[in-house]
Structures are given as structure tokens and as C-alpha cells.
């Protein structure tokens, strides 16, 4: 009888404050709260904390020249915004306020930017890289983003290919014309871990869940369709 809708926060609250299951399942069967039924109790907690995604995303996204509000990326950034909105606890993407929507954006090259960018990316576990039709693959700063999580942060990459809703094992070669130059040349050399998903929430979700540099948990190689 414990488990109803007035109680919800609370449980949400133990999951997201506490780093591992066992020790909310310590508390619970010290039978602290006096509840009867405690193995029940610690399943909802773990089918709960199974939906959790821990690892926090660091976004590479070519947002260069966003004037035109049809023929850009800005729709895709605010759907990422919204699945972090409606879904705090399955996506944790760390620098979304960082994402500048200027036709100068690329002259960016300022120290202080670049250092903000490098502190944030220290704190990720992984990189998410969106691309797109509009994205600009020479783009000095997307590459440079790139570049810097996978050789500095050794971040697994997860690329996101948008309005696409399937991929097959001829993915890599049917969309390279939107890769960026930094991934085209780790692929070349198989250099880094990446893999290959559409953009849609579930796909998304699981690709992050899966993939952390916190829990060495890598793509097999650098064209591996997830």
C-alpha cells in the first residue's frame, strides 16, 4: 500500500540523490520507514533506477548561421531541449546553454570560450554529435568540439543522424557527405569509438545509457550502426 501517487516524489527523490541502488535498498530493508512489504518495495525502486540515465552528454551541434528558421538545425535543438525538459532523469545534456545561434558563431576563437567549452566537456561521459543536411562540415569550431572529446576527454561518440528514422549497415557511406571532417578522418583510420543511430528519443536514450568513458563502455570501432 505504500507505493501511491503521494509517495512518487519521494522515491524519485532517493533515486536521484543516491549514486548506487544497494545502498536505497539498505535503507529500505533496515525497515527504517516501517513497511511491510520491503522486497517489493526495492523492485519498484530498481525498475525505476533502470530508467535513469547517470551519464551526463556533451553536445557537438553546428548551430552556425541559424537566421533562417526552416533550412536549420534549430528545430532539432529545440527537440533535444524538450526531451531534457519532459525527461530529466533519462537525459542529462550538459551544455545546451552553451549552444550559440550566431551567424558568427564559427568566430567564436576567443581563449575564454574555448576554456568554458573544455571545462564543461571535462564533465561528460559521452559525446553526442547531431548531424544534419544543414550541417556545415568544415565548421572550425564543431571540429575543434570534436576533436578535443574524443583526443583529450576519450569520450565515446554517439552520431545522431537527424529526420532519418532508420539506419542500415551502408549508413556510414549513404549519409558521409554530412559528416564532419574530424569524424571522416577517424573513420579513415578507425582511430576513434563511435557508433552510428537516428535521431529519435528511444535510440537516443539507449545510446547514452550504454555509452561512458566513466564506465569504459565503448562502441566496438568507429562505424558501429547501434
Not at 10 to 26: A, H, N, P, R
Not at 27 to 33: A, C, D, H, Q, T
Not at 40 to 47: A, G, K, L, P, S
Not at 128 to 157: A, E, F, G
Request: charged content about 25%; proline content about 3%; overall charge positive.
Amino acid at each position: 500500500n505504500y507505493w501511491h501517487k503521494g509517495n512518487a516524489k519521494f522515491l524519485q527523490s532517493c533515486c536521484k540523490q543516491l549514486d548506487t541502488i544497494e545502498y536505497v535498498c539498505i535503507i529500505f530493508r533496515k525497515n527504517l520507514f516501517g513497511l511491510s512489504r520491503i522486497s517489493n518495495f526495492v523492485d519498484i525502486i530498481q525498475t525505476y533506477y533502470q530508467r535513469m540515465n547517470t551519464n551526463k552528454t556533451y553536445i557537438a551541434f553546428d548551430s552556425e548561421g541559424v537566421l533562417d528558421h526552416v533550412n536549420s538545425n534549430l528545430h532539432t535543438f529545440h527537440q533535444l531541449a524538450d526531451w531534457q525538459k519532459r525527461y530529466p532523469s533519462r537525459f542529462q545534456f550538459i551544455n545546451l546553454d552553451e549552444i550559440d545561434f550566431s551567424s558568427e558563431h564559427d568566430d567564436l576563437v576567443d581563449t575564454t570560450v574555448k576554456t568554458n567549452f573544455l571545462r564543461i566537456m571535462a564533465e561528460a561521459d559521452n559525446l553526442l554529435l547531431v548531424i544534419s543536411k544543414y550541417t556545415n562540415v568544415d565548421s572550425p569550431m564543431l571540429n575543434w568540439q570534436i576533436s578535443r572529446c574524443v583526443n583529450r576527454y576519450k569520450m565515446p561518440v554517439i552520431i545522431a543522424y537527424a529526420d532519418v528514422q532508420a539506419l542500415d549497415q551502408d549508413a556510414v557511406k549513404k549519409y558521409w557527405d554530412r559528416l564532419p571532417q574530424k569524424i571522416k578522418k577517424y573513420i579513415g583510420r578507425d582511430s576513434a569509438r563511435m557508433c552510428h543511430i537516428p535521431l529519435t528519443m528511444d535510440k537516443v536514450e539507449r545510446a547514452l545509457t550504454t555509452f561512458s568513458n566513466k564506465t569504459n563502455m565503448y562502441p566496438w570501432d568507429s562505424t558501429t550502426i547501434f
